[in-house]
């Protein structure tokens, strides 16, 4: 697991306002799909510039518990990613998901904090996000799916934000038909690339 207690913090201390793109809201929700009763990670990706954050694609880490060297390793990964001629210009990690245990669900988890707290040091001008995964509404086409939580000076709790937008409306109703035809099966994190390296973390060609 994530084993460090203190981490200091840093970010971009204003409201932010946070634009889910098609791509990374599928894949969050496909991965929390695929794992339905573990605990799932990932990093959010995009561009953000004066408190306007696009979280453009997401990239699906782990299913089993979080430890330092593995975090440390995915993270150089997906900055490397990020600076390739894959991504658009300007890409970088803006933040982080997290799909709870349905059985088990008790809020933002503290390791869910401290990842994102992380990336709030690294980035002094991000205020970086927790999108996560609202598993009672997984099976509504209505419903994103997702929530977004954020920290500011004036509030150090993480706390829902209401300036969430979904960029593609029609995402949700699309996630619900992948379900049907088992595309949630082929989604591939972190943890199964560890196991046969012919998975693709990046999911390039899920779509």
């Known amino acids: 697991m994530v084993d460090s207690d203190s981490v200091p913090d840093g970010g971009y201390d204003g409201e932010s306002s946070y634009t889910v793109h098609r791509d990374a809201q599928l894949k969050i929700l496909l991965h929390a799909a695929k794992h339905l009763y573990a605990e799932v990670n990932g990093v959010l990706i995009g561009t953000s510039k004066t408190g306007v954050v696009q979280v453009v694609d997401a990239i699906p880490l782990f299913h089993t518990p979080m430890f330092a060297p593995m975090l ?48 709030r040091s690294k980035y002094p001008d991000l205020n970086a996000c927790i999108l996560l995964v609202d598993t009672n509404a997984l099976a509504d086409p209505k419903q994103p799916g997702v929530k977004v939580y954020q920290r500011t000076k004036t509030n150090a709790n993480w706390t829902a934000s209401t300036n969430m937008k979904i960029k593609d409306e029609k995402a949700s109703k699309e996630f619900s038909e992948m379900l049907l035809k088992d595309k949630h099966q082929l989604l591939h994190d972190f943890d199964n690339w560890l196991e046969d390296t012919s998975c693709d973390w990046r999911n390039l060609g899920l779509f």
Do not use: H
């Not at 150089?76 to 799909?99: D, F, H, M």
């Open 72 to 119: 440390e390793t995915s993270f150089a990964l997906v900055e490397e990613y990020c600076k390739s001629n894959q991504t658009p210009e300007g890409t970088r990690i803006v933040g982080w998901y997290n799909g709870p245990n349905r059985s088990n669900f008790s809020g933002v988890p503290d390791a869910a904090t401290r990842v994102t707290n992380l990336i």
